[in-house]
């Protein structure tokens, strides 16, 4: 197959969608990999480097999408890209169609295979090419709060782990998945007191086991919720409905009880963000003032450490990569129910529910696209 690795061009956006290492394990499978001049630079990869592992670097995305069967990214196609997406051209990144109207009826129009990253599903129900870049941004999150609750930055001028005599700051945490359980053992290797929220007790009975002791697991309800904002000097919004929008837990009316100068941190704002005052920002200018508390909602928050970032989403996706070249998108969606619930648009037709539901769109079961 000729694979296409594109070069991110989302605003501070980073990372690449294959290391030279992966190329070389590509071309080893046969595949003729063409890569986007300059695409692994923001990650201290080289053109050279690539072509020492087997790939033709190529000028133009125009061109990448021409000629390649496969094409991978990072973060969903912009605007510029919809009209180069060819009928059964597979697509492999993230997506997050639920939160992207225009980008949905665009992938439609295509006819394209578009294969998500963040609805593959592996053992127990788990995201395994989701699960690296929330690491990254749960860690992140609690390093942007510290960052941000600073008075420079526009916060509070408080200390997320105090000193002696002052009392640390309170972080609330939504959502006690993997990015939530990252976001609070970074907040409390700080110092800060954190509760972290969450609506499954045996969820609860597990993070009351693993976590530290300034990390206090709570069962969430939208009256907890409203009742913890206003003591909190930062929330960190980290729920993850799979392949739909994130739900609005913190309404404006809460917001208006928070401290002027608080931190809200919405790790879900790829997904629709779970704030109802959320709107994405970038890297470039990543705050706003809502009722005079501070957001920061990057939708691309691991882009800022690419090194970190292109490493381990890479590791991940690669072997996913080499199997949709190996014996194409049909042959292995078949043979794999996981890789089945990644494909969220095809030939035309979506095949992902939380998609079709978040747009009153018609769904079709992927089992009748494949025939």
């Not at 070389?24 to 300059?38: F, K, N, P, R």
Request: charged share 20%.
């Amino acid at each position: 197959m000729i694979v296409g690795v594109l070069k991110e061009i989302k605003v501070e956006e980073n990372r690449v969608s294959m290391t030279p290492a992966g190329v070389e394990v590509m071309v080893g499978h046969g595949h003729t990999l063409l890569v986007e001049a300059g695409a692994g630079a923001g990650s201290g990869f080289q053109d050279d480097a690539y072509r020492k592992a087997g790939a033709e670097i190529v000028a133009t995305p125009a061109e990448i999408y021409r000629r390649s069967e496969m094409v991978m990214h990072v973060k969903e196609p912009q605007p510029s890209e919809y009209d180069l997406i060819r009928e059964g051209q597979i697509v492999f990144t993230y997506f997050h169609f639920a939160a992207a109207e225009g980008l949905t009826r665009a992938f439609i129009k295509s006819k394209g295979v578009a294969v998500a990253y963040e609805t593959i599903t592996g053992p127990g129900n788990s995201l395994p090419l989701l699960t690296p870049m929330s690491e990254v941004a749960g860690r992140m999150a609690a390093q942007q709060a510290a960052k941000y609750a600073e008075r420079a930055q526009g916060g509070r001028g408080i200390l997320l782990g105090g000193v002696p005599g002052v009392a640390p700051a309170t972080v609330v945490v939504i959502g006690g998945g993997v990015v939530g359980t990252h976001a609070a053992q970074m907040a409390c290797g700080m110092g800060a007191k954190v509760y972290l929220l969450d609506m499954s007790l045996e969820r609860l009975r597990h993070l009351s086991e693993v976590m530290p002791k300034n990390c206090f697991p709570v069962m969430s309800s939208p009256a907890t919720i409203r009742e913890l904002v206003k003591e909190a000097d930062v929330v960190i919004g980290a729920v993850l409905v799979h392949g739909a929008k994130a739900p609005k837990l913190v309404t404006r009316d809460m917001l208006k009880t928070m401290k002027p100068g608080a931190v809200l941190v919405d790790v879900a704002i790829d997904q629709g963000g779970c704030f109802e005052t959320s709107r994405p920002t970038t890297h470039r200018e990543p705050t706003y003032l809502e009722e005079g508390v501070l957001h920061y909602c990057v939708a691309n928050m691991p882009g800022a450490v690419p090194l970190t970032s292109t490493a381990a989403l890479t590791n991940a996706t690669l072997p996913y990569a080499v199997a949709l070249a190996d014996r194409g998108w049909r042959e292995v969606a078949r043979q794999n129910a996981g890789v089945r619930e990644g494909i969220n648009v095809a030939l035309g037709q979506v095949t992902y529910r939380g998609v079709a539901e978040a747009f009153g769109l018609d769904y079709t079961p992927v089992d009748e696209v494949l025939g």
